[in-house]
């Protein structure tokens, strides 16, 4: 969702550019800075924006520059009165408090606000109003251009990162086998320590015992959940619609998953896999805060 796009045009004596930037967010977010007596134009803003862009906080702004052939000043009429009636009652006050004042001079009339205009007029504003608001169709056109081609890198990287989880998986998968010869050998330990003392043990709660135990260690459904989110995290990368909150979710189901394999693996290699998972999940959460 990260990208920068700007157009620019002139009409009459005014230059005017729009730039869009945009960023991440859980929704779409536009925000507006237009010059004054312009606003009439964030409607038509929205409107092809949200026609163009699903998520993310965008910053758009258009700037309005006196060309220069055109950029000399000229004087406000009714501000140079005002300013000249303020300045009349300045003097007047200072004198009934006794103070004496340098006398004003022109210049100083012509340095106050609003008394020199040197931006434009609004007959100018109006003529370029009419083809700014027909360059935004293709300022975020080319804001989604600039967005593309970040997530061109960003797909690369998220490839990547599943193309490590499914190496992660085949390593957990190869690791849960050798627990299992050892866990099974363990067990019968176990079981014939029991048995040998038969008199003071129930065999059916034993048996009850055995079998909760293989359950509660039993990882085989969670390593199966997790290939089939990868296989779910390629095809979205692969669509071509907006996949940002599937993804998003879909970490929530890998994180889900990767926590519960550390939680019954009972084995100190097949632990360590599943944190490396939960380290790439994390890295891959982060990226995903970028997909559209």
């Not at 005017?16 to 967010?25: G, K």
């Not at 779409?28 to 092809?48: C, S």
């Not at 040197?118 to 360059?135: C, F, Q, T």
Request: some cysteine; charged content about 25%; aromatic content about 2%.
């Amino acid at each position: 969702m990260t990208g920068f796009a700007a157009v620019s045009g002139q009409a009459g004596t005014l230059e005017w550019q729009w730039e869009a930037r945009s960023v991440n967010a859980r929704g779409l977010d536009i925000r507006v800075r237009l010059p004054e007596g312009m606003e009439a134009l964030e409607a038509d803003l929205r409107k092809t924006a949200q026609a163009t862009l699903a998520r993310g906080a965008v910053q758009v702004a258009l700037r309005l520059t006196q060309t220069e052939e055109t950029a000399t000043g000229a004087l406000v009429p009714a501000a140079l009165s005002r300013a000249v009636e303020m300045v009349k009652a300045v003097e007047h006050e200072a004198q009934a408090a006794g103070l004496h004042l340098a006398p004003a001079r022109a210049a100083d009339l012509l340095s106050l606000r609003g008394v020199v205009e040197y931006g434009r007029n609004h007959d100018a504003a109006s003529a370029a109003a009419e083809p700014a608001v027909a360059a935004l169709e293709e300022l975020f056109r080319a804001l989604a251009q600039a967005r593309a081609q970040e997530g061109a890198a960003l797909r690369s990287v998220l490839s990547g990162q599943i193309d490590r989880m499914a190496a992660l998986l085949a390593q957990a998968a190869d690791a849960v086998e050798t627990r299992s010869a050892s866990q099974a050998e363990t067990l019968r330990e176990r079981v014939a320590a029991l048995m040998d003392a038969q008199d003071r043990v129930d065999e059916a709660r034993l048996a009850q015992e055995l079998a909760l135990l293989a359950v509660k260690g039993d990882v085989r459904e969670e390593l199966d959940r997790l290939g089939a989110h990868i296989d779910s995290a390629r095809v979205l990368l692969d669509s071509d619609g907006p996949a940002g909150r599937k993804l998003d979710f879909l970490m929530q189901e890998f994180n889900r998953e990767a926590n519960t394999l550390c939680s019954k693996s009972q084995d100190a290699a097949l632990t360590a896999i599943g944190l490396e998972m939960k380290v790439v999940i994390d890295q891959m959460r982060e990226q995903c805060q970028n997909v559209e």
